[in-house]
């Protein structure tokens, strides 16, 4: 039976794991961490649980094959249900609009309550789809570094449709010419920030990934985020790959001939041979610390990284009726706001700001009369700044926003808090400079410029996770692993 290793618990790594033990490997798993999901994790304190990273839910279905490959059910493992409701949008204006899985109900509260039609959200969407037709096969479910990925017919026929995937304006230049209210422009430009870019400069083929949330769903795992781990670590484990916790890899080995092939790991200074293996950390950090001797693709690591993230995580004395599961509070100034990130380096002093509220379906995640409140906003990626003294900023400016748009002293229910910001997304989860998806997409060639899934260098070395093809977010993360196991046949 032949051996793999993963490096990482990362969901891109035990996706990647399964794959490989229903192909018939042997695998092991080594995770620095005590625990296995890498981002995906979960924290509780005082009585309250939050899902400490992602906390939107799509595209079940890439999950699901995991389950269905093994011959498994997957309700046997997790539930997880479709939302109704997407998102609750907040303007400063006092304009309040809610996003629904039915998007003739969405478009109809547009037109009623901007100067947008419902033609133009009808509009939208069918670009959306179309992006998400002519680009899913192509870039997402292939590696871009073959040949061979050129030559099926599918593939071609998107070639031939790339006119259509909207690549050479920006994100929000199209979202203008799509929407007459500005307000709509920005609900549709944060999209952008979904794995983590800027829509002032990433190309409107992002606009694919409203496709995600509005064709397919939004959705919730009945016990939250992190159950989706906890299912397939215990998936794997049925399947006899062995997790070894709290063991930090220190390098890939080789063997140096001509042309240099995987021989294993080194952890604790001890050689663990395998006939493959696969890194599911940052591809940064894969490069200069596990692999110091090899030569790295330099001008590969040094692309702009994606934003990172600040959150607070607040126990809250109260019960918040006009919050939803998923609330966004925007910036007066959308376009002020990514200057901040991108030129700046810095966080703007009006962050749009996003609440997840699991409680207000998973009531166990609070006490009584409380609510779990997951505050989130975008910022650089760890550039050395001072951190302290701008989180210490940003919780005031934060308080301030929410309290005015709710109306309500919001300071005076915070029971109890946790924090993560760049520095320690970095130290807890290996990612560079904290960035939550690897590489941004600020530019139309960075669907070419991800890192393959496979070493053209050093036999038997397999790349997955955010930071390489396809793309950072759990969707992709997951389709990464399936396109490791697929170059491996
Ligand atoms: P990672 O999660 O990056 O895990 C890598 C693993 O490798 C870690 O467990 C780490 O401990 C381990 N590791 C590192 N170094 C070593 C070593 N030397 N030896 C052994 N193990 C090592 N995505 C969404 O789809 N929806 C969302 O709503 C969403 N929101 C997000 C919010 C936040 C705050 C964050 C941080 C991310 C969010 N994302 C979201 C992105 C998503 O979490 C990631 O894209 C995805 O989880 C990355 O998975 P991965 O496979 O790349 O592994």
Redesign the pocket.
Known sequence: MPKAII?????????TAIRLAVKGYQVEV????AY?????SEIEFNGFRFD???????MPQYVDELFKLANKNPSDYFQYEKLPEICRYFYEDGLRLTATADTNKFAREIADKTISTEKEVTQFLTKSNTIYQVTHRVFLERTLHKIKSYLHWDTLKSVFRFGQIDAFRTQNRANQAFFKDARIVQLFNRYAT?NGSNPYQAPATLNVIPHFEYHFGAFLPQAG?YSIVKALVKLAEDLGVRFRYS????EITYTTAAKPKISGIK?NDKLIPSDVVVS???IW?TYK??LKHFPAPEKLLKQERSS??L?FYWGMDNYYNDLGLHNILFASDYKKEFDAIWQEKNISPDPTIYINITSKHIRKDAPNDCENWFV?INVPANNGQDWDVLIKEARGNIIEKISRILNRNIEKDILCERT?DPRT?EY????YQGS???NSSNNQFAAFLRHPNFSTKIKNLYF????VHPG??????LL??KIVAEEMD
Do not use: H, W
Request: with cysteine.
């Open positions: 490096i990482g618990s990362g969901i891109g790594g035990i996706a080594y995770e620095a961490n296995a999901g890498g981002k995906l400490a990273g992602p906390s939107l839910f799509t979904y985020m063991q930090r890899v220190e952890v599911n950390l940052d950090f610390n596990l990172s993230a959150i989130m993560l997304i807890k989860t290996g990612s939550l998806y690897g997955c996770g955010g930071s950072g977010g759990i969707p992709l993360a990464s692993a």
